[in-house]
């Protein structure tokens, strides 16, 4: 089992903001990285670090962290954010690294 | 252009040995970790274990380690994921990625396509 608890399914209405969340004990000193993945596609990374977005991915999609969570928020989700999202981070039971269960996250 | 381009899909049976790659290009392949993420049919993404081609330096996931070797060859900027003996549940995809790793963060950047395993008898 994963040591990164992430709700299995999260919905939001069209162009509403929502946020994913992450928790694990690591994230109190490790911040996470979060991965979009569709329907037979690789993962692509959406955020890392404090709160930084790789070249390419909408300023919609931002980062935080307050004690052992991590969040993933999407201020006006779209329908093409409609993907399973995955956070990464240490681990703190011995596993080097560690991805959360994943979120689906329906765009109503 | 950064790129991690892997081998094609295998269909193997139970206690075949099987050896998938991983080809970087475009960035110095010898600077940053490779890592293998498993995702089994409808599930999701684990990680496996990374390696630092510069020297070889390895680590696994508990989960994965006696199971699975990772390797590379900086010679032709390739890393490796192998088998010596099948089972039914190593049927998955299969990821490579670039991951950075820092102090406090680490990420993936950049992914392969990914390599479909098929393990049945």
């Known amino acids: 089992s994963s040591e990164l608890t992430q709700d299995p399914a999260v919905s939001v209405a069209l162009g509403q903001t929502v946020r994913i969340t992450c928790q694990g004990d690591s994230l109190r000193s490790y911040y996470a990285s979060w991965y979009q993945q569709k329907p037979g596609q690789a993962p692509v990374l959406v955020i890392y670090g404090k709160n930084n977005r790789p070249s390419g991915i909408p300023d919609r999609f931002s980062g935080s962290s307050s004690g052992n969570t991590a969040s993933l928020t999407i201020t006006g989700a779209q329908a093409e954010d409609e993907a399973d999202y995955y956070c990464?981070?240490?681990?703190?039971?011995?596993?080097?690294?560690?991805f959360g269960g994943g979120t689906k996250l329906t765009v109503l | 252009e950064v790129q991690l381009v892997q081998s094609g899909a295998e269909v193997k049976k139970p206690g075949e040995s099987l050896k998938i790659s991983c080809k970087g290009s475009g960035y110095s392949f010898t600077s940053y970790w490779i890592g293998w993420v498993r995702q089994m049919p409808g599930k999701g993404l684990e990680w496996m274990g990374i390696i630092y081609p510069g020297d070889s330096d390895t680590r696994y996931s508990p989960s994965f380690q006696g199971q699975v070797t990772i390797s590379a060859d900086k010679s032709i900027s390739t890393a490796y994921l192998q088998w010596s003996s099948l089972k039914a549940s190593d049927t998955a995809m299969y990821y490579c990625?670039?991951?950075?790793?820092?102090?406090?963060?680490?990420?993936?950047?950049?992914w392969g396509q990914g390599t479909l395993v098929t393990v049945s008898s």
């Open positions: 990625a670039r991951q950075h790793i820092g102090y406090s963060s680490s990420h993936f950047d950049y």
């Open positions: 990464n981070s240490r681990d703190s039971s011995g596993n080097p690294w560690v």
